[in-house]
């Protein structure tokens, strides 16, 4: 199997785990259709590989072997043991990625991009893939930046991500973990009932729980929320902009960053 086939084949089987958990043990009531939101978030998918695979190819995992071949990069120069440095390597990646995620909410022209993730009216496995075409590239071309400064080994860019691809896919899900066990795995990582509190209409609960992977860069960056105001089922989720499936719909989700975007979310107040 190739890189892609075994991406592919991890997506595929967390995907079908997750769709069936949600069916067992879901967590928040759901508000808008869930086949016609599956539809819609899958289109987008599907938009999305094509437009990085028609300006990108295997990009990441390309250019690490790029500047494996160079000896660019850091960790190409420190020549660390390489359990080390994929290890730094995939730690490090996270903090960039959640460092991205609080750039795309703070400046307005990036959440107009990003609304598009947010405005989702039920939070489910699918959801963990619905971006807009231009941020994807936009996320792309950041990943290409941190590669090249890096240096870090192919395995450890197709290990980070197979990793914040799985985990995208269960910390969107809607399913209901035991207390317990949620309390414990947030200590290292983000679960679904966290990420669920970033994707509240609330607008200091959007602003908060940036973590894809880890959960330890929210705590220790003061960007933390334990609790919504609401309980967790009860939590609204989406923005205040869009409330109707009918304005998040296909077409009207690959126009929205195009359109004026009322007085948002982001975290600079000059969106008007
Ligand atoms: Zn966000
Ligand atoms: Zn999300």
């Known amino acids: 199997m190739d890189t892609n086939q075994i991406r592919f084949a991890i997506f595929l089987a967390v995907f079908l785990l997750m769709l069936g958990l949600e069916s067992i043990i879901q967590r928040h009531p759901t508000v808008d259709a869930k086949t016609r939101r599956l539809k819609i978030n899958l ?10 695979r028609l300006f990108f190819g295997a990009a990441a995992v390309g250019a690490a072997q790029f500047t494996e071949e160079k000896g660019w990069g850091l960790f190409n120069y420190l020549q660390w043991p390489e359990g ?24 307005p022209f990036f959440w ?11 939070l489910d496995v699918s959801s963990g893939l619905r971006f ?14 941190l590669v090249f400064a890096l240096g870090p080994l192919p395995i450890a860019v197709l290990i980070f991500e197979a990793v914040l691809n799985g985990m995208a896919q269960f910390s ?4 209901t973990l035991p207390a317990s066990l949620d309390r414990l795995l947030r200590y290292l990582i983000v679960t679904p009932d966290m990420h669920r509190i970033h994707h509240s209409v609330e607008k200091n609960e959007t602003n ?10 929210d705590r220790a960056l003061g960007t933390y929320v334990k609790e919504a105001l609401k309980p967790q089922p009860q939590i609204t989720i989406g923005v205040s902009q869009f409330r109707t499936s009918e304005e998040v719909s296909l077409k009207n989700l690959l126009m929205m960053p195009f359109r004026k975007i009322p007085a948002g979310y982001s975290v600079s107040p000059d969106e008007k």
Not at 88 to 101: G, K, P
Not at 112 to 122: E, K, Q, T
């Open 172 to 175: 969107h899900s809607n399913i």
């Open 112 to 122: 107009r991009f990003h609304i598009v993730h947010h405005s989702d009216l039920d």
């Open 208 to 217: 908060s729980n940036f973590g894809f992977n880890l959960s330890i860069w």
């Open 84 to 107: 080390l440095e994929i290890f730094l390597c995939v730690i490090i990646l996270d903090l960039m990625i959640y460092i991205q995620h609080v750039v795309v909410h703070m400046i």
């Open 132 to 145: 807009h075409p231009i941020e994807i590239l936009g996320s792309m071309l950041f990943k290409l930046g």
């Open 43 to 52: 289109a987008l998918t599907g938009i999305d590989i094509l437009v990085v």
